[in-house]
């Protein structure tokens, strides 16, 4: 693999280590936004120009930008007040590398089955259109519809009800 | 090595830290951002799958991860927007301690 | 004869640069080729850069009736070397209890972010660094990125002046965005591709002696309006600079900068002024398309910069001439005036685009068109009444 592949996946574990155990809740949101950004190189180094661009305009441009407002209008800013791990950490430690376990013999067991077509599938962005408003209109509109929802909920949950419940 | 198992391999890494920072934070938001982290990793996936599986569908990887972003991203605003209404509320985060579905 | 030269000329620099590449064996040549570019790109956009400032200093102070700058250097056209000496030669203050790495990396990934949108922009035929695809998204994206390094500077800094002007930053800029993106879309569907050079090249087309450029049809003239407006918030320009303001909040989220970062901050918003007006030049003005048909033996990136500058013009006129906009008054003026006029303004790109070619689509369009601007218009500029201002925190 080539060295370049390495330095982005290692920039990208390395973020969202960084974003799991650091201490400040506004450092933990900037480490994964390099994560997002590692992982759009990635989807930008396996060809998929579109996948690569809409990750960096959606998650860095306004999943970060959400998730910094949030912290923000939490007041969880400043310095952590209390513990910033639970208690019951060993346990989701334990139960996360079980996971990974599991996942890694699986991958290793089948390695040698694995597809490695070496031409990448030629798509433009005319062809995703196309597919978009053709074979997956339904998930698209479906998308349109629980995008409305989210707004509306969004909205509705966290807006403070002037003179309404406290 | 076979580049897919490099791509699997990295999506899965990712999968585990997110889903271990999902259960060891106290603070909501952390959890949430833990929960973007397993998307990625999934998307990851699907993106790797495409790019060196066979091609029947040239399009089917891409469309489900560009529509599960799109997903990630309604669910962020929504679980955030839940984590301010739950701190107006409680007026701290420790998310241990909130095991009761009383106030 | 005068055919192949105006040829040569027109590609001139690409001319050179193969000369330069054609000496290194073919393994490093498209490495070569990139960096070229870059280089190419680093040197001419800040020396544009240093351009633009003098204009807009020496502008915006005829405007005000004042002279600009004029000690240094004949009419004072040598002020930016003067700034840049000034620049680096100040203390770089780094307050206590910032939080250094984030502090000291926010101009940088501003820089970097702002940079990296010029890697699309066609200056010239066949002269764009990357021909992507999705060459509009790439921009888009990279414009995305910013806010983020203007967040991180206005946190980093642990000011809560620094705080409220990169909120009041970030909010502008993600409303702006919107506006941004929907208007280019127009563009794309019209145009049929979202890579820069094939919507350049689809508007070099001439009827008669006048141009097919976009901005000439209705829709079109909307949505350079929208992304003017739009682009003029994104980049934080007056008269949408209160995140910046100087008599506001006294510089926002770069309060804390001084020296050579503050410097950094300061290229990185003129860089992003030049590379908006390099997008709205390649979507609507035509690109590197001379205005008239006969005008097209001169070379392509004449005209490119020509428009450039002209859009750059317009942008320092109307930061002399216009008052700050209000936060409240901006963010209203995103969501609920240009926000359904661009909605419409696909609409009436689609109507166009399937009307067929005749007089009638564009009686229709513009009439659609400006009875929306006249009632979103209307309903925006109803008398408000101010009671008690009231906050939402989330406690």
């Known amino acids: 693999m080539s060295p370049v592949f390495y330095l982005i996946s290692a920039i990208t574990l390395a973020g969202s280590l960084a974003a799991m155990l650091l201490q400040r809740t506004v450092h933990c949101a900037l480490a994964v936004t390099v994560a997002f950004a590692g992982l759009a190189l990635l989807f930008l180094s ?73 031409a990448a599938p030629a798509v433009t962005m005319r062809d995703i259109g196309n597919a978009i408003v053709g074979r997956y209109v339904l998930p698209l509109e479906i998308m349109a519809l629980l995008l409305t929802a989210a707004t509306i909920g969004g909205v509705i949950i966290a807006v403070l009800e002037i003179g309404g419940e406290k | 090595m076979n580049p897919l198992a490099a791509y699997l391999a990295v999506a899965a890494l990712l999968f585990a830290i997110g889903l271990a920072g999902a259960l060891i934070r106290r603070n909501p938001i952390i959890v949430l951002i ?70 | 004869m005068h055919g192949a030269l105006a040829a040569n000329v027109d590609q001139i620099f690409i001319l050179l640069r ?68 000034k620049a680096l030669i100040k203390e770089d203050i780094v307050p206590s209890r910032a939080d250094a790495l984030v502090h000291f990396l926010a101009p940088l990934v501003l820089l970097i972010t702002v ?41 980093s800094s642990r000011n809560k002046y620094s705080l409220l002007g990169a909120m009041r930053a970030v909010a502008q800029m993600i409303s702006y965005e919107v506006v941004l993106l929907l208007s280019t879309v ?17 508007q070099n087309r001439y009827t008669g002696v006048f141009p097919n450029w976009y901005v000439f049809t209705p829709w079109g003239l909307a949505a350079c309006v929208m992304f003017v407006i739009a682009g003029m918030a994104e980049t934080n320009r007056s008269p949408f600079d209160v995140p910046e303001g ?62 450039v500058f002209f859009c750059l013009i ?63 218009g209307s309903v925006e500029s109803r008398r408000r009444h101010f009671g008690p201002r009231r906050y939402r925190y989330a406690e």
């Open chain 1, 46 to 118: 396996l060809d998929a120009e579109f996948a690569g661009l809409v990750q960096i305009l959606i998650y860095i441009g306004a999943v970060a930008i959400l998730v910094i407002f949030a912290i923000l209008l939490t007041r969880s800013a400043g310095a952590p007040r209390g513990e910033v791990f639970s208690p019951h950490w060993k346990a989701g430690v334990a139960i996360a590398a079980v996971l990974f376990v599991v996942l890694g013999g699986a991958l290793l067991r089948s390695i040698a089955v694995l597809p490695h077509e070496t």
């Open chain 3, 246 to 307: 100087e008599s506001e909040i006294i510089a926002g989220y770069h309060i804390e900068y001084s020296g050579f970062k503050f410097a950094i901050f300061f290229i990185g918003e003129y860089l992003a002024m030049i590379s908006m007006s390099g997008l709205g030049t390649t979507l609507f003005l035509g690109g590197w398309s001379a205005p008239f048909s006969f005008l097209t033996w001169m070379p392509s990136w004449f005209w490119f910069f020509a428009k």
């Open chain 3, 18 to 85: 193969d000369w330069v590449v054609s000496f290194l064996p073919a393994a490093l040549r498209p490495f070569a080729n990139a960096v070229i570019g870059v280089v190419a790109i680093i040197g001419v956009f800040p020396s544009m850069f240093a351009l633009v400032v003098v204009l807009e200093r020496k502008g915006v102070g005829r405007i005000q009736n004042r002279y600009g700058p004029n000690r240094v250097g004949p009419y004072g056209l040598l002020q930016p070397i003067a700034d840049g000496i």
């Open chain 3, 115 to 155: 940079f990296m949108g010029y890697a699309v922009l066609p200056v010239g035929r066949n002269m764009e660094l990357v021909d992507m695809d999705a060459g509009l998204l790439f921009f888009i994206a990279m414009g995305a990125a910013t806010e983020l390094a203007v967040f991180m500077a206005g946190w």
């Open chain 3, 186 to 202: 127009t563009v794309v569907m019209i145009s049929g591709s979202m890579s820069l050079p094939r919507i350049v090249e689809a």
């Open chain 3, 314 to 376: 317009v942008y320092i006129w109307i930061r002399g001439t216009m008052p700050r906009v209000r936060q409240d008054q901006l963010m209203n003026f995103a969501w609920k005036f240009l926000l359904p006029f661009t909605l419409l303004d696909l609409l009436v790109t689609a109507l166009w685009r399937f009307m067929g070619e005749g007089w009638l689509r564009w009686v229709v369009t513009t009439a659609i068109l400006v009875a929306a601007w006249v009632l979103l």
């Open chain 2, 34 to 103: 833990g929960i973007e982290l397993m998307l990625n990793a999934a998307n990851l996936n699907f993106i790797a799958f495409w790019r060196y599986g066979p091609h029947p569908e040239a399009l089917t990887g891409m469309i489900f991860a560009i529509f599960s972003i799109a997903v990630a991203a309604a669910e962020a605003a929504v679980g955030l927007g839940l984590v301010i209404a739950i701190y107006r509320h409680a007026q701290t985060f420790a998310l241990d301690k909130m095991n009761r579905m009383k106030g």
